[in-house]
């Protein structure tokens, strides 16, 4: 493909619910464009942007790729991103390396979750967007219904553009407003005036010139319609929604038209703001292709095969093939070997990249998604990208033997390719935890480990992290007397334990007089004690928030030794727990559930199953914030079950809060579990 300036660009993602039919879109503007000779179909798992073994299985996007299109003397960066909502990740990445955004809406389905989630992500972003009506052929296809849908969900400014020819197996095509030809087909003609009349209206009322005009009954140009369209459309005043069926190609040439035509180059958006590291400074940034070079990573892939391949948007500056950059982020240096054009899975060489494009470069060491990329002697940071947190855990392990020093190194590669992945070693339950935004993405995550590392893993049900403690004070004597020919053993103890505030952890001291237990044999009191610690008498889960007090006891000149001592420690300390009322102890995360208005009352009575503590209830614009804390081990698949209670439309965050005391009839099914495990083992 050949080089573009900046003013020829157009970067544009495809945002919507899963199914809309986005990945076609992408192929039929691929056909259009002469990029490819033949349609693929994502049925067949054969389309340029759904190139993972993954995607094809499962037949949607699970990653963002880049379909690059040559139309009328431009090139359109398409990005088509998936719709479900466990790889949003991939979304909030890719809105950072564009400028305007296609919101897809299936003529028989109307506006869903999805779709309403990628809207108020391009608010935050402040994008640009139009509506694309698909799937105008099918059954039950209705134009109407579906403008009225957009319009209720997003408001008065989504305004038609394009009057389709037709509805379902009768679709044909669609008409443009701003050009209506003066052929008309008599069966469209009514519409047409009417939904151009519309479009005027908005048009002149983003435009103060344009609306008194309008408000005389003067006559608006055709020049003038277009201009003040585009006008309106870059200030976020118009949003226009056009229609067709990518299925079948209609509809999908107007629509690059359009993209070219209405949508902004890089050099018509504000200028990025970056700053110098170490300092507040702030620097605008404009797409001059003599500028500053500043590049942004908004993607990440892993191949074991051809390593790091770093998908970047250039921001300023000129980025060249056989250069070295340097990687603020990291402060460290990289070299830039061949420069490419992505093209799904494919990649094309090229010798630089205009500001305002979108290339990858393989195989650079320490960068990764969000990292800045500059000159040395002008470094410069554009802000990181922030990610969701992930709300879902799952344990992995390996299967066999061979894939246990392959476990760890492959998911970290994958956590590399994947922001919204993390991995962490459970200490307290010697648990390896993948963590993802829902069930499917850590699922798909296992799968990639075995296909592109060779690793197979097991997944299964997090282990709770229950820790024990003592409820009360408690004095114990514990003596240790073992004889078996010539020196025998002897150690013998006082001790007193006391429990702490949560979250204080474990206190030794010795207060004993009169040199009964001598000062040498002190510290191996408190070794057995401290051995003691990690499984407690209850259900064998970690003893925290204790103090233990060495008091008194007694030696012998002879048979009293510190390993004698040691095992005095060790029992007086499990004897001393079953005196002092152990408890067993459960991790409580806070919870924020965002919701709409008319679910609070359905999540909260959720959330009381759960054993939850409403901590407040919040409005936001229709949506209700809950503050609550619940036990870890109610909520462990909570992602799934809110999805599911909610139709999708609940979104929550997680983090652990503290420990609290498991009330008594769950602990002694904890506890009797607990033995039934270790029978079993």
């Not at 070299?335 to 990649?347: C, D, E, N, S, Y």
């Not at 009191?525 to 928030?545: C, F, H, I, M, W």
């Not at 030696?555 to 067993?584: C, N, Q, T, W, Y």
Request: hydrophobic fraction near 40%.
């Amino acid at each position: 493909m050949a080089s573009y300036d900046t003013k020829q660009l157009r970067n544009v993602a495809l945002l919507s619910h899963s199914g809309t039919g986005k990945s076609t879109m992408a192929e039929a503007m691929l056909f259009a464009c002469g990029a490819i000779n033949r349609m693929g179909r994502v049925e067949d798992g054969n389309t340029v942007s759904d190139y993972e073994p993954e995607e094809a299985r499962r037949r949607s996007s699970i990653q963002t790729s880049v379909a690059p299109c040559k139309w009328r003397e431009h090139k359109l960066n398409v990005l088509d991103t998936p719709g479900y909502w466990d790889f949003v990740g991939e979304v909030v990445s890719a809105l950072h390396a564009v400028d305007a955004a296609v919101l897809v809406v299936a003529a028989q389905a109307g506006v869903e979750v999805g779709t309403e989630d990628a809207w108020e992500r391009c608010e935050e972003r402040g994008l640009v967007r139009m509506v694309f009506i698909n799937k105008m052929d099918r059954e039950n296809a209705d134009f109407g219904r579906s403008l009225e849908g957009i319009q209720k969900a997003f408001g008065k400014r989504c305004v038609a553009i394009q009057a389709p020819i037709g509805a379902q197996q009768a679709f044909q095509g669609v008409v443009s407003l701003l050009h209506p030809p003066a052929d008309l087909p008599a069966a469209v003609a009514g519409e047409v005036g009417r939904l151009r009349e519309r479009l005027i209206e908005a048009v002149a009322e983003s435009d103060d010139d344009l609306a008194t005009k309008y408000l005389e009954g003067q006559e608006i140009s055709q020049e003038e319609l277009t201009l003040g369209l585009k006008k309106g459309i870059l200030a976020g005043q118009v949003v226009p929604v056009l229609a067709g069926s990518a299925a079948t190609s209609l509809g999908i040439k107007e629509l690059m038209d359009a993209m070219v035509d209405l949508l902004p180059s890089p050099l018509e958006m504000p200028p990025v703001e970056a700053t110098k590291p170490g300092g507040n400074d702030r620097v605008k940034l404009s797409p001059d292709p003599d500028g500053p070079l500043v590049a942004q990573v908004f993607k990440t892939t892993a191949d074991p095969f051809v390593g790091r391949l770093s998908y970047f948007r250039v921001h300023s500056g000129t980025f060249k093939a056989d250069s070295q950059v340097w990687n603020a982020t990291k402060a460290q240096a990289e070299r830039v070997a061949q420069v490419f054009l992505p093209m799904g899975k494919t990649q094309e060489g090229a010798p630089s990249l205009a500001p305002g494009d979108i290339g990858a470069v393989a195989k650079l060491t320490a960068t990764n998604t969000g990292d800045t990329l500059c000159q040395r002697e002008s470094p410069l940071l554009l802000p990181p990208i922030r990610f969701p947190e992930p709300v879902y855990t799952t344990a992995v392990a390996p299967k066999g033997k061979a894939d246990v020093d392959k476990m760890t190194t492959s998911l970290a590669r994958l956590t590399e390719e994947d922001p919204t992945l993390r991995m962490i070693r459970e200490p307290l339950t010697a648990e390896t935890l993948l963590s993802g935004m829902g069930e499917t993405h850590t699922e798909v995550a296992v799968e990639r480990a075995r296909r592109k590392f060779g690793v197979e893993l097991i997944t299964s049900l997090p282990k709770i992290p229950y820790q024990e403690t003592i409820s009360s004070p408690a004095k114990v004597e514990y003596k240790h007397k073992k004889q078996s020919g010539g020196h025998g053993q002897y150690g013998h103890v006082f001790i007193e334990l006391e429990p702490r505030v949560r979250g204080s952890g474990f206190e030794f001291a010795a207060k004993v007089v009169g040199g009964n237990v001598p000062k040498e044999y002190i510290p191996a009191v408190q070794k057995g004690v401290e051995r003691t610690l990690p499984e407690g008498a209850l259900a064998g889960y970690p003893l925290v928030d204790l103090r233990v007090v060495l008091y008194d006891g007694s030696s012998h000149p002879v048979d009293s030794s510190g390993m004698s001592f040691e095992i005095a420690g060790a029992f007086a300390l499990k004897k001393g727990v079953m005196e002092a009322r152990p408890v067993l102890l459960e991790p409580v995360v806070h919870l924020e559930v965002t919701v709409p208005d008319a679910l609070t009352g359905q999540v909260v009575g959720d959330l009381n199953t759960k054993r939850a503590r409403i901590l407040g209830m919040t409005p936001q614009n229709g949506l209700t914030v809950v503050e609550a804390e619940a036990p870890q081990a109610e909520v462990r698949r909570y992602a799934t079950e809110l999805r599911s209670a909610t139709g999708g439309r609940g979104r929550f965050t997680m983090q652990f809060a503290h420990y609290a005391e498991v009330p008594a009839h769950i602990t002694q099914r904890i506890v009797e579990e607990s033995k039934r495990e270790k029978v079993g083992a």
